[in-house]
C-alpha cells in the first residue's frame, strides 16, 4: 500500500553523499581524470561522425 507523502518530509529529499563520494567530488586530480576521459569520449564521437 502507498503511503500519502507529505511536502518536506525525509523522502521527498536526496541522500547525503559519503565521505568517499565527497572526497571524489572535490578531489582535483580525480576532476581532471574525470575531464580528459570526456573529452577523449567527445573527440571519438566527433572524429566517428566526420569520418563517414
Do not use: C, D
Not at 523522502?11 to 581532471?32: M, Y
Amino acid at each position: 500500500m502507498v503511503e500519502n507523502r507529505k511536502p518536506y518530509e525525509q523522502a521527498f529529499f536526496a541522500s547525503k553523499p559519503l565521505g568517499f563520494t565527497k572526497f571524489l567530488r572535490t578531489f582535483f586530480f580525480w576532476q581532471l581524470i574525470k575531464f580528459a576521459i570526456i573529452n577523449v569520449k567527445m573527440t571519438l564521437m566527433i572524429l566517428k561522425s566526420h569520418g563517414s
